[in-house]
């Protein structure tokens, strides 16, 4: 069937391009818009005086005053005249004798005597040469008096020793060490104790009290102060 209209008369033919020259022309229309400046032409605020009111004003004359000059400082006092006295003393020269030698020169010293101090130091059991006589060690040889010193001590602690009957109900037991020091003397002193509880201390300050009087040691020998440490062990019967 043929259409009843013509194709070449259709206005919806060429739509598109009608669209995009609307656009165009829509766009150039809002720039000229945008960029369209006015000026106006009103000028009656403008004015062509110019304020010179300033150049009215009264300056002040100032004065110099002419004042004359500070005067000159005094000059400075005249050095006094200086008295030349001839000296009429015969001035004796000093002649400094050389202290060099010479090689055939004999030099004489003086003695000189150095007086050797004691010095009261505690020498420890282990390193002392001479130690001390316990009583019943005096016949002893000298290389088995150090064996019978030490059998000797242990012997009175075990002789003397007593368990504490406060220590037994508390159940205390342990180890103190005793120091103590024989004197130039003989006597013996405690120097220091260490107990885990004051029963066991007291017990063995009390035992330690009870060492005789010795024969001092020696160290080169002269009688010196001996220091020695031993352990007395306090243990209950399970």
């Given at each position: 069937m043929e259409p009843k209209k013509?194709?070449?008369?259709?206005?919806?033919?060429?739509?598109?391009?009608?669209?995009?020259?609307?656009?165009?022309?829509?766009?150039?229309?809002?720039?000229?818009?945008?960029?369209?400046?006015?000026?106006?032409?009103?000028?009656?605020g403008l004015t062509?005086?110019?304020?010179?009111?300033?150049?009215?004003?009264?300056v002040p004359i100032t004065q110099v005053l002419n004042q004359p000059p500070p005067p000159p400082p005094p000059p400075p006092p005249a050095p006094e005249v200086l008295r030349v006295v001839e000296d009429k003393k015969d001035i004796k020269e000093v002649v400094i004798q050389s202290t060099e030698t010479s090689q055939k020169e004999i030099i004489k010293a003086a003695t000189v005597v150095v007086a050797e101090e004691e010095a009261d130091v505690d020498v420890p059991f282990a390193i002392i040469e001479d130690v001390p006589l316990f009583p019943g060690c005096e016949n002893?040889?000298?290389?088995?008096?150090?064996?019978?010193?030490q059998d000797k001590i242990q012997a009175h602690i075990r002789k003397n020793f007593q368990y504490p009957?406060?220590?037994?109900?508390?159940?205390?037991?342990?180890?103190?060490f005793v120091s103590f020091v024989i004197e130039k003397n003989g006597d013996v002193t405690i120097a220091n104790l260490r107990a885990p509880f004051p029963s066991l201390e007291k017990e063995?300050?009390?035992?330690?009290?009870?060492?005789?009087?010795?024969?001092?040691?020696?160290?080169?020998?002269?009688?010196?102060?001996?220091t020695m440490s031993i352990p007395i062990t306090f243990k209950l019967d399970q």
């Amino acid at each position: 069937m043929e259409p009843k209209k013509n194709p070449s008369v259709d206005p919806r033919r060429n739509s598109m391009l009608y669209f995009q020259l609307g656009l165009a022309a829509i766009a150039i229309l809002s720039y000229v818009a945008i960029e369209l400046k006015t000026y106006e032409k009103d000028l009656s605020g403008l004015t062509s005086k110019v304020d010179d009111s300033f150049l009215d004003e009264d300056v002040p004359i100032t004065q110099v005053l002419n004042q004359p000059p500070p005067p000159p400082p005094p000059p400075p006092p005249a050095p006094e005249v200086l008295r030349v006295v001839e000296d009429k003393k015969d001035i004796k020269e000093v002649v400094i004798q050389s202290t060099e030698t010479s090689q055939k020169e004999i030099i004489k010293a003086a003695t000189v005597v150095v007086a050797e101090e004691e010095a009261d130091v505690d020498v420890p059991f282990a390193i002392i040469e001479d130690v001390p006589l316990f009583p019943g060690c005096e016949n002893v040889a000298k290389d088995k008096r150090r064996d019978c010193f030490q059998d000797k001590i242990q012997a009175h602690i075990r002789k003397n020793f007593q368990y504490p009957d406060s220590a037994i109900d508390a159940g205390h037991q342990g180890r103190v060490f005793v120091s103590f020091v024989i004197e130039k003397n003989g006597d013996v002193t405690i120097a220091n104790l260490r107990a885990p509880f004051p029963s066991l201390e007291k017990e063995a300050a009390r035992i330690m009290g009870k060492l005789p009087k010795m024969i001092p040691g020696k160290q080169r020998g002269k009688p010196v102060r001996m220091t020695m440490s031993i352990p007395i062990t306090f243990k209950l019967d399970q």
